[in-house]
């Protein structure tokens, strides 16, 4: 089967939702995507594409796993309905080098704030979610059928925000006190968009480039 054939199935087959399929297009945007986390270029993907559930989301890995388009290290954790596919090893590494220095810069723009300021990210109450996040990945382990890892009740009270900006590896997240309020103070903020590219090569991204020719082709 032609790696574009492999792609456009698993999407179809496993992603649709409320009986709308995906482009061919979204599809090979979304598994650059997936390969993007599987290279190791980012340590987390926030699954937006459509309404899928994390289950559905799961299958598709498995399905792109087991035709040997992405490693094994991939899986989905589901965090209060939001889903995440996630490199473990190197999402593990990414969140213990958050807990041990000061890699990840934190804003707090509670609503009560005139501006955004810098929040000091070694205050316990966040290093005790990243360090629970922590212990749930790696006690995460594959299974002939994975499932999705779902955290539950635990994350409720967590700040999904700040949590969705440390596990994507963002070198700056958003924290707010959402016991008093989930609005913020970035209202008519201007903001500014800075773009990097980067380029990287090793035998495993020369293979996935490969892949890539082929789908571009």
């Known amino acids: 089967m032609a790696t574009q054939d492999i792609i456009a199935t698993a999407t179809q087959n496993y992603l649709s939702a409320r009986r ?7 599809s090979l945007d979304l598994f ?4 993007a986390v599987d290279l190791g270029l980012k340590p987390a993907l926030l699954y937006d594409t459509n309404c899928a559930s994390s289950e559905q989301v799961q299958q598709y890995l498995n399905f792109l796993q087991s035709s040997q388009m992405v490693s094994k290290s991939l899986f989905t954790l589901d965090l209060n309905g939001n889903t995440l596919i996630v490199n473990q090893e190197l999402c593990l590494l990414h969140l213990n080098e958050i807990l041990t220095s000061d890699i990840m810069v ?27 996040l922590h212990l749930l ?10 499932k ?4 539950g009740d635990l994350c409720e009270d967590w700040n999904l ?3 969705f900006g440390a596990l994507l590896g963002y ?29 990287w090569q090793t035998d495993a991204a020369r293979r ?7 789908i571009l082709l």
């Open 20 to 26: 709308k399929s995906i482009s061919l297009s979204r």
């Open 32 to 35: 650059t995507q997936v390969l």
């Open 106 to 132: 934190v804003v707090d723009v509670s609503h009560l704030l005139k501006a955004p300021v810098l929040f000091d990210p070694s205050r316990g109450e966040l290093m005790n979610v990243l360090q629970k």
């Open 137 to 146: 990945i790696q006690g995460y382990k594959q299974h002939d059928a994975p």
């Open 148 to 151: 999705p890892l779902y955290v």
């Open 161 to 163: 925000c700040t949590v």
């Open 171 to 199: 070198p700056v997240t958003y924290w707010f006190d959402q016991n008093k309020s989930f609005e913020n103070c970035l209202s008519m903020t201007p903001l500014m968009v800075t773009t990097a590219s980067a380029t």
């Open 208 to 214: 996935h480039s490969e892949i890539l020719n082929l």
